[in-house]
């Protein structure tokens, strides 16, 4: 059983604000990015919004290991550079999905997968942390909590969205190189 951290009041509070403010970000970009990638919302960058968001994660993960750095564990470290991994993932999976257009059916698929990826990432790594140390904060939202379950709902219908469009390229890649 790893032991646990014991982080002063005031680092402890900070480190739940900053994790749980990371996570709240990441799981809220799901509800924007997307609509502009549909064209509900324009913007003349959407990559630098989407690189704006990964800073945003970086900071509130540079507090909380700041908060941690104190008491950290070698046990600890893995969760939390799996965060900074997961952040990583998210950027760079939306910054491609931002052009899928452009993407082979195959690429848009893995591109997905690596979102879905970092998002289970985000919330094992959080868990994980919050059990190695003496946060007292659900850090991550219930499954039966509305920001849970409107996450997932949008997470599946921008994979929805993604394989229309990738069943289109496939159309027309088979129709431009005269195959079936």
Not at 73 to 79: D, Q, V
Not at 95 to 107: E, F, Q
Not at 129 to 139: C, K, N, R, V
Request: net charge neutral; charged share 20%.
């Amino acid at each position: 059983m790893p032991q646990t951290l014991m982080l002063s009041s005031s680092n402890r509070a900070v480190a739940e604000t900053s994790l749980k403010r990371m996570v709240a970000n990441a799981y809220g970009t799901l509800a924007t990015i997307p609509l502009y990638w549909v064209g509900q919302l324009s913007a003349p960058d959407a990559d630098a919004i989407v690189t704006a968001r990964h800073d945003v994660w970086h900071s509130y993960l540079g507090v909380a290991r700041e908060m941690l750095r104190s008491t950290l564990l070698e046990s600890a470290r893995a969760p939390l550079d799996s965060l900074f991994d997961a952040a990583d993932g998210l950027r760079d999976a939306f910054l491609k999905l931002l052009h899928t257009r452009t993407m082979r059916p195959a690429a848009v698929r893995a591109n997905y997968r690596r979102l879905v990826d970092a998002y289970e990432q985000i919330a094992q790594s959080v868990e994980e942390i919050g059990g190695l140390s003496d946060l007292t904060a659900s850090l991550v939202p219930g499954p039966t909590s509305i920001t849970r379950v409107c996450f997932e709902r949008s997470l599946r219908w921008f994979g929805q969205e993604l394989e229309k469009v990738a069943g289109t390229l496939n159309c027309s890649q088979r129709l431009t190189s005269g195959g079936n």
